[in-house]
């Protein structure tokens, strides 16, 4: 948004903005913030940062804690949910050293901008473009307790398909289960909302391909972005969910990503379209070639299949994207590629039949992860299968054409599959990381951290009773 202080100032005064809000990025994925008057921002803020104390922010331990902010001017953005008139900025993480200040190899941007330069480097392109689809739940109500004699949730919506007989005032129109694709209103009540989410998202300089009510019965939402370099989009991803987030609770509502929110609904996937350029030209299309991709889009390919389970670690990152990843929901659970097949891991869009638009996507991911992570493990994934000419058919990945829900136990054992928990997605992170550390893009402190992290999280799960086991063996 802006190139320099002066500019920066002169904004503020104009349209009487009072605070600068800072946001960082912790080891999950969440957004971290810290506020100054604004006239405290000035050069001095932007050659020496901010101090604050990074040990409560997740990440590997490091000699020192005490690390820097340095605000990014070019995000700067007015913060629509502030009740005080606040621009808002994102940056990056330096960890205080003598005789310069050395940005912190664990911090998400950094990974990202280490990958896509690592990238160059190789020359095998100079940007790599992706465009998210983000799914995700809006509910009038959420509520949860654990306890060591009580575990309970709640989740209420009163277009739901369980709503049909609520007393008092009900006008009728419910989301059948699983029969909310592209439904209308009044049916779809939540069209407004999406329309005034995606004007906000283009104001902040989110462009947004289309917004619809997905499968899921209970107000499953889906807004499409359009494409961005890499880096940029894993900054746009996390507004994007900002903004839905405020823009829901502004309206008396609450939005979830979870991956699996609901029993026996559609689940959220954060499906990932991505293409490669090299001197502004595609480097993905090839006419002859299968489904119209280049052999560097077929290795790309064959690298993230090779990885698919690894990749897992970051794409799908918690207990409950396991939850989602389960046949009968369009989600996928084997490891191939296909061309309009939403049951393979990887799709190719058959429609996307211009040099400049020809790609493919990655089903699985869920919006659980650190977006940062994820796409720079998914572009990892893929050079390593450049750099190996790795060929998807002749490692026995497809290309499957053909319903990959329907097989038969036998055919389904000829076909790897994705992780069925989070235990065993890092379990493939441990015995596969060798295409994350090339250059250091993933320090070898982060996926220790990563795995002890997620590992903690995967046994207090798997340590809590759960309400069906009561059901099923308490009277044994």
């Not at 296909?338 to 990655?362: G, H, M, Q």
Request: proline share 6%; aromatic share 12%.
């Amino acid at each position: 948004m802006f190139n320099d202080i002066r500019q920066l100032k002169q904004f503020c005064t104009a349209r009487d903005i009072k605070m600068a809000d800072f946001m960082m990025v912790d080891l999950t994925g969440r957004w971290r913030h810290l506020t100054m008057p604004i006239g405290r921002l000035t050069e001095d803020t932007l050659e020496n940062g901010v101090g604050f104390d990074g040990s409560n922010y997740g990440f590997a331990p490091v000699e020192k804690s005490d690390m820097v902010f340095l605000p990014d001017l070019s995000s700067a953005y007015i913060d629509e949910f502030a009740a005080v008139p606040t621009i808002t900025m994102i940056g990056d993480v330096y960890v205080i050293d003598m005789p310069h200040n050395r940005k912190f190899d664990q911090y998400p941007r950094t990974v990202a901008k280490h990958a896509e330069e690592y990238m160059k480097g190789l020359g095998i392109a100079d940007e790599m473009r992706i465009g998210p689809e983000f799914e995700f739940h809006v509910f009038e109500h959420i509520s949860y307790k654990i306890s060591p004699n009580e575990s309970e949730y709640c989740i209420d919506t009163e277009r739901a398909e369980w709503n049909t007989g609520m007393k008092g005032r009900n006008l009728g129109y419910k989301m059948p289960h699983k029969g909310g694709y592209h439904m209308a209103a009044p049916m779809d009540t939540f069209g407004d909302f999406r329309s005034e989410v995606t004007m906000l998202l283009e104001k902040h300089g989110i462009a947004v391909k289309y917004h619809h009510h997905e499968v899921g019965g209970p107000g499953q939402l889906e807004i499409e972005t359009e494409f961005g370099p890499m880096s940029e989009m894993a900054d746009k991803t996390m507004l994007t969910k900002h903004i839905i987030k405020n823009a829901a609770v502004a309206k008396g509502l609450t939005a979830t990503f979870m991956p699996k929110p609901i029993f026996a609904e559609a689940g959220n996937g954060m499906h990932v379209h991505m293409h490669l350029f090299k001197d502004g030209r595609p480097i993905f299309y090839d006419e002859k070639g299968y489904s119209g991709l280049s052999d560097h889009a077929l290795y790309f390919i064959g690298g993230i299949l090779t990885h698919a389970r690894a990749l897992c670690a970051f794409t799908n990152p918690s207990t409950n994207s396991y939850k989602r990843l389960v046949p009968g929901f369009e989600a996928p659970v084997t490891i191939g590629y296909a061309t309009s097949n939403r049951s393979s891991v990887i799709r190719i869009p058959a429609y996307a039949k211009d040099p400049d638009k020809k790609r493919f996507e990655l089903r699985s991911p869920d919006g659980t992860c650190n977006p940062y992570y994820a796409y720079s493990a998914i572009l990892m994934a893929g050079l390593d299968g450049i750099a190996k000419k790795i060929d998807p058919e002749k490692s026995g990945f497809g290309p499957y054409d053909f319903n990959l829900y329907n097989l038969s136990g036998e055919e389904k054992q000829k076909i790897k599959q994705l992780p069925r928990s989070l235990g065993e997605a890092l379990d493939a992170l441990e015995a596969d990381s060798g295409f994350l550390k090339a250059d250091k893009v993933f320090p070898e402190k982060l996926i220790e951290i990563w795995l002890e992290r997620r590992r903690a999280e995967s046994e207090r799960y798997n340590s809590l009773p759960h309400p069906v086991e009561f059901e099923m063996y308490y009277d044994l």
